[in-house]
């Protein structure tokens, strides 16, 4: 072989004397137009859907999942094709995306995912190659169609609006919401990704009605039965009672209180005690048809007026759990190694209900805590301080 | 032509062949460019990173980081800690503790005469003295609990070690707060619903951008910035070069308020505001006055974002308790600005977006909760909170804040907690009464008197009976005040026991003292920019652990074992083993957020760079929506007037903020007919507190006649006829020390300042010996702040100075104790 690459070598590089320079170059140049056309009339070729759902493992596994979405099939009958999103437009990036399109080429050979199974053992190494492109590019191929400066953020919901503005101020990257948007999540997400799955994972199953749970995490509440109008957001740990259920919907009811300086918004679970419940819309939070209002009374050391609330709002079916303890025990071990990075984490019971969020929200910049943890954390910290403890 | 993606991909494989000859040509030329005079590693310190050459065992060159646009000139004195001759070479162990044990002559602590034992001896010695002082008392005679700032890296966090394996053993007294912020900690929560002080500010180039006017209050971001909690950066540099283009070009006028001219005004080129000592809360009160009286005040924002000025203008106006009406006249009397700059000034802030930026030296004084408290105030008052490049800060000067955030998750550290919170030996949590938790500055009003109840914070506080310290890469005999009251403290103590790399007086003062190794004798792993979070930094050891010097983790570990908890304690991994487990985890952390290589490809190139964040604006959420995102105070709203804190009946902190005279002050306060000089102990030009004091070729570039420098006034100096360059005795009644004058034009007539953290050098270990370095808390006053946090004084302290004749001692700071045979 070695010695192969020295003769080829040894040819390659010893000047023409039986060919003139002219001929040489001119040769080489209609050979390269020839090259560079056919080259990349078979690369548009490959860049085309009817190409990418040509052999199996796309057609039945991730275009079967994009007909289920928006991206497929809308009222506007704008829609995106694999390309759209899996090729980048620019050419650079565009022969580097098909440079690493070799590894396909060896897994197409050797039946790396040629089966259900295989594929969905390999979803999540797939997705995440493809979110870790999207993050390097800041989500180039959404933000080709989707385009900040373009969104009228007056006619999103009002939940949408303080996410997508804040995205928008800081030119977020779509994806790092937005995964599974186009296609399923990873089927071992839950249990091996991140924070969130660790919440979800406490949620029990099987609610009854007339009992109490609490949630796993923030959870959208919404005004219907049909999940359609956002009515608020439910905070992590807050508990719920289950007053129907309505196959993906359950109705519930919130016993909280709020402040009455502003709309109202923001819900409480016991009078003068900052351990938030959840926020409503201001459209429910200042409507009789969602709540009941019970008594009012000021709270001396602040010199706010409270008023007793009983909220009843719809949510999805599920991040429930009938035991607030295994909430705890999460948080506690959480708080107890995320907080003693610096220093020694204080004592639960060291400052008062009302003074642990200053004391959690001055510290966040040092932890990497989600902002579902942070607020079950949070709650935990509260619901544990000197007020429920007579230990100092 | 139809090809689908099937037979594509089949058919390109046969081709494919061929392109997969070829790689490796390129690297046949990199072994060759190895240094022939050694190996470079990269490290990180407080100070920065940098490339170190590692030559027959030896550092022999340190470099900045190529990534460091502004490093310190500190990594100048990084050598010298390496191979100081104050490192601690062997475990050993107080002479006449040796002799007696607990029972020892407490007297003689200090006398600095120690006897060498091998470490099997000495972690015994440790072991049994826990086990005696848990079995003997109970958790409430052991305190375990003061933490300092610790070399770097995030394996080898010292505090983190001491307290895992001391709990693994038992429970002991722990502290709350810390000696940089405590004041300000405590208060900010109440008034501006957090710390403030560690928590990230509005982004530079947003207050570059908006900004008109800068207020530097107390502040010198140019020296502070120098060091960082983790890796430092110094990105925050090019943003203060900005600023100097922009004040010359007059786009933005920064005024420094301060005694003294600072390093970062002097470097700005900015105008300064001089100011009397401890009197900023007048000032800001006489700014209010101005503020109200010309409705120059946004009573909208304080509508609808405060609660409480209402309670508060009247101690403005005079018609509150005291009927003092605070007008720019009262203020000039006591602050010495005059009435009508005072009102020039507060107009200024008004006109136009004003950024204040407050250092932490104002909330380090008696009632240091109060000029804080005011500042937010008069924030609140300008009605700019929450504006890009408006509003206050407590924390620019401090580990970059200010640069953006990347937003990526750092490296996590060593479990500092038993993996099970009840998996002790000694299971006993009875503290017989006495609080389990104190407020740092107070141990040693603990040690003297025990039992004693004090207000802190809202609660009362039992202070507890402590008979045993471990310390760990923390040195309160630099950073605690009045060393005489701590050398009568220290004789009451049975044991103390001081891990360290270095000889420092805290060692000395010790009874059990075992050697760690640098932080550049092992393998560690650290963020790089605290709140930039600008990367990931390797470690890698330079060299191997000097003399019989070990790492934390060795040390614990061999305590630990002593009590079969080795394998609890470990997890069963060793060094290099933490080390890969902390960057996988930030992998995990950051996926899909920020791409980082495998480890071994980031212990090969040193770091992970996660670039720059985005732009962002301290409290603007709470500004555009300050129902659900409101602020962590009782009420969710600025706090003017707090009832939690009137409800506390705290004499020295009360409802609203408010001007206290102090137990002493210069120009013209209480003691200063005797003691006419305020003496500043800000933080360190040249070390990061006591941390480099010991680096003896660095020390000598600042150090005068082998003294730590007193910066002067040229007149007082010239008033008692001292030179620049002479030795001067500076003295109060709490104590004296020797230190070399610098004369300055910076220091204004009766303020001189000594850094903190020169090391403490007794002649002896009576009480009253004059210190023969210069460290400053051999001055100054031992007070909680206030009964509310109860946090350091230090910049109260007045003291007065003369030349020094005779033969001076020799500095005995340095250089270990007198090994006994």
């Given at each position: 072989m070695k010695q192969l690459i020295k003769k080829f070598w040894r040819t390659f590089s010893t000047p023409s004397v039986h060919l003139s320079f002219g001929l040489l170059t001119m040769g080489g140049f209609i050979a390269g137009i020839i090259f560079w056309g056919g080259f990349n009339t078979a690369l548009e070729v490959t860049n085309t859907e009817e190409f990418c759902i040509g052999c199996h493992e796309m057609s039945d596994n991730v275009y079967v999942e994009l007909q289920e979405t928006v991206h497929w099939q809308n009222r506007s009958g704008v829609r995106a094709t694999c390309p759209d999103c899996h090729v980048p437009h620019n050419w650079t990036d565009k022969m580097a995306r098909k440079m690493q399109a070799s590894k396909e080429v060896w897994g197409a050979i050797f039946g790396t995912i040629d089966t259900r199974e295989k594929f969905l053992a390999k979803r999540g190494e797939l997705a995440q190659h493809e979110w870790d492109r999207l993050t390097a590019n800041n989500s180039l191929e959404c933000k080709n169609c989707h385009n900040y400066d373009s969104m009228d953020f007056s006619i999103m919901s009002e939940r949408a609006q303080v996410q997508m503005k804040m995205a928008a101020e800081r030119d977020q990257s779509c994806i790092d919401c937005h995964k599974g948007i186009a296609h399923h999540l990873p089927e071992n997400m839950n249990s091996g990704e991140g924070m969130l799955g660790k919440l979800e994972e406490m949620a029990t199953s099987g609610y009854q009605t007339g009992q109490a749970y609490y949630s796993v995490r923030q959870l959208p509440l919404f005004e219907d039965q049909g999940l359609s109008t956002e009515a608020g957001q439910l905070n992590a740990a807050t508990k719920v009672k289950v007053l129907a259920i309505e196959g993906n919907a359950i109705q519930v009811e919130i016993d909280a209180w709020r402040k009455t300086k502003g709309f109202g918004r923001v819900l409480f679970e016991d009078?003068?005690?900052?351990?938030?419940?959840?926020?409503?819309?201001?459209?429910?939070?200042?409507?009789?048809?969602?709540?009941?209002?019970?008594?009012?009374?000021?709270?001396?050391?602040?010199?706010?007026?409270?008023?007793?609330?009983?909220?009843?709002?719809?949510?999805?079916?599920?991040?429930?759990?009938?035991?607030?303890?295994?909430?705890?025990?999460?948080?506690?071990?959480?708080?107890?190694?995320?907080?003693?990075?610096?220093?020694?984490?204080?004592?639960?019971?060291?400052?008062?209900?009302?003074?642990w969020p200053g004391m959690f929200n001055g510290m966040l910049s040092f932890v990497n805590l989600d902002g579902d943890t942070q607020a079950l954390v949070l709650k935990y910290l509260q619901k544990h301080s000197s007020d429920f403890s007579d230990a100092h | 032509m139809s090809i689908s993606r099937r037979s594509f991909l089949k058919g390109i494989v046969a081709t494919s062949a061929a392109t997969l000859v070829g790689p490796g040509l390129l690297n046949v030329a990199k072994a060759a460019t190895a240094d022939s005079a050694g190996q470079w590693k990269v490290s990180g310190s407080h100070w920065g990173a940098f490339r170190a050459r590692v030559y027959a065992g030896k550092v022999q060159e340190i470099k900045p980081f190529e990534a460091d646009k502004y490093p310190t000139e500190m990594l100048n004195g990084i050598k010298g800690i390496i191979y100081s001759p104050s490192r601690i070479r062997y475990p050993m162990v107080r002479y006449d503790w040796y002799l007696k044990r607990h029972k020892s002559d407490t007297t003689l602590r200090g006398d600095n005469r120690f006897i060498r034992v091998t470490w099997d001896e000495a972690i015994d010695l440790f072991y049994q003295e826990l086990e005696r002082v848990q079995t003997q008392y109970g958790p409430w005679a052991l305190h375990a609990g003061q933490t300092g700032w610790r070399q770097t890296g995030q394996v080898h966090s010292c505090g983190n070690h001491m307290e895992r394996a001391i709990s693994m053993h038992g429970y002991s007294v722990k502290k709350v707060g810390d000696y940089s912020t405590g004041a300000g900690q405590t208060i900010m929560p109440y008034v501006l619903g957090t710390t403030e002080v560690y928590a990230q500010g509005t982004s530079w180039p947003l207050i570059l951008e908006n900004s008109k006017t800068i207020i530097l209050w107390a502040n010198d971001p140019v020296k502070n910035l120098q060091v960082g909690w983790n890796c430092e950066t110094h990105e925050s540099f090019a943003f203060l070069e900005q600023l100097k283009a922009k004040v010359a070009n007059k786009e933005i006028r920064v005024i420094s308020v301060d005694p003294v001219k600072t390093k970062t005004q002097n470097y700005l080129d900015c105008e300064h505001k001089y100011i009397n000592p401890q009197t900023d809360v007048p000032f800001m009160l006489a700014i209010a006055h101005t503020l109200y009286k010309e409705k120059l005040y946004d009573k909208k924002f304080l509508d609808t974002y405060a609660l409480g000025f209402e309670d508060f203008i009247p101690y403005v106006t005079g018609e509150g308790k005291d009927k003092v009406e605070k007008t720019p006249e009262w203020a000039e009397a006591i602050c010495g600005v005059k009435a009508d700059e005072i009102r020039d000034f507060a107009r200024l802030m008004a006109k136009h977006r004003t950024q204040m930026l407050f250092g932490w030296a104002i909330q380090r004084q008696q009632h240091g909760e109060q000029p804080y408290w005011m500042g937010a105030v008069v924030a609140a008052m300008l009605g700019q909170i929450g504006l890009p490049g408006g509003g206050i800060s407590y924390a620019h000067h401090y580990s970059s804040i200010g640069v953006p955030s990347t937003g990526a998750a750092g490296p996590g550290a060593f479990p500092r907690n038993p993996d099970k919170p009840d998996d002790r030996i000694h299971k006993n949590n009875d503290f017989k009464g006495y609080s389990s938790t104190i407020p740092v500055a107070r141990w040693v009003d603990a040690i003297i008197e025990p039992g004693k109840v004090i207000n802190a914070n809202g609660a009362k506080i039992t202070l507890p009976d402590i008979k045993m310290m471990v310390f760990s890469g923390c040195n309160p005999w630099h950073h605690h005040q009045d060393r005489n009251r701590m050398k009568q403290a220290f004789h009451k103590l049975e044991t103390v026991v001081a891990v360290d790399f270095t000889w420092t007086a805290t060692c000395r003062f010790s009874d059990i003292v075992l050697p760690a190794c640098t932080q550049w004798e092992r393998n560690d792993i650290d963020l790089y920019g605290s709140y930039s979070g600008r990367g990931i930094i390797a470690m890698q050891k330079l060299v191997d652990p000097l003399y019989q010097s070990k790492t934390d983790f060795e040390i614990f570990t061999m305590l630990a074992r002593r009590f079969g908890k080795e394998k609890e304690y470990t997890q069963g991994k060793g060094e290099m083993a933490w080390v890969k487990e902390l960057y996988d985890g930030c992998v995990a952390a950051n996926k899909g957020k920020f791409e980082m290589p495998d480890f071994a490809k980031f212990w090969q190139d040193g770091w992970v760079d996660f670039g720059t964040g985005p732009n962002w604006t301290r409290q603007a959420d709470f500004r555009k929506d300050p129902e659900i995102n409101a602020l962590g105070t009782p009420s969710g709203f600025i706090e003017i007037f707090s009832r939690k804190i009137d409800r506390y009946g705290y004499e020295d902190c009360q409802g609203h903020p408010m001007w206290f005279e102090k137990a002493e002050r210069s120009h013209g306060g209480p003691g200063s007919d005797k003691h006419p000089i305020w003496l500043q102990s800000c933080h360190p030009n040249k070390r990061l507190h006591s941390q480099m004091c010991d680096s003896e070729e660095f020390r000598a570039t600042y150090a005068v006649q082998g003294r730590e420098p007193i910066y002067i006034n040229a007149g007082d100096a010239k008033a008692r006829g001292i030179n620049d360059g002479d030795l001067v005795r500076v003295y109060n009644d709490r104590g004296q020390l020797l230190a070399g004058a610098v004369i300055s034009e910076n220091f204004p007539p009766g303020v001189a300042r000594i850094e903190e953290g020169a090391w403490y050098g007794p002649t002896d270990n009576t009480i009253g010996a004059i210190d023969t370095y210069g460290d400053p808390n051999t001055l100054t006053l031992d007070k909680g702040s206030s009964q509310l946090a109860q946090a350091t004084s230090a910049n109260t302290c007045i003291v007065n100075y003369e030349k020094f004749t005779g033969e001076a001692p020799a500095v005995t700071s340095f250089g270990g104790p007198k090994e006994m045979a």
């Open positions: 009078f003068a005690m900052n351990i938030n419940d959840g926020y409503l819309t201001k459209e429910v939070a200042q409507s009789d048809q969602f709540m009941t209002q019970g008594e009012s009374k000021t709270d001396d050391l602040t010199g706010l007026p409270w008023q007793k609330v009983n909220v009843t709002l719809w949510m999805r079916n599920g991040s429930l759990t009938d035991s607030r303890d295994t909430l705890w025990t999460f948080a506690k071990s959480t708080y107890d190694s995320s907080c003693s990075v610096c220093h020694t984490q204080p004592a639960e019971a060291h400052f008062d209900t009302n003074t | -």
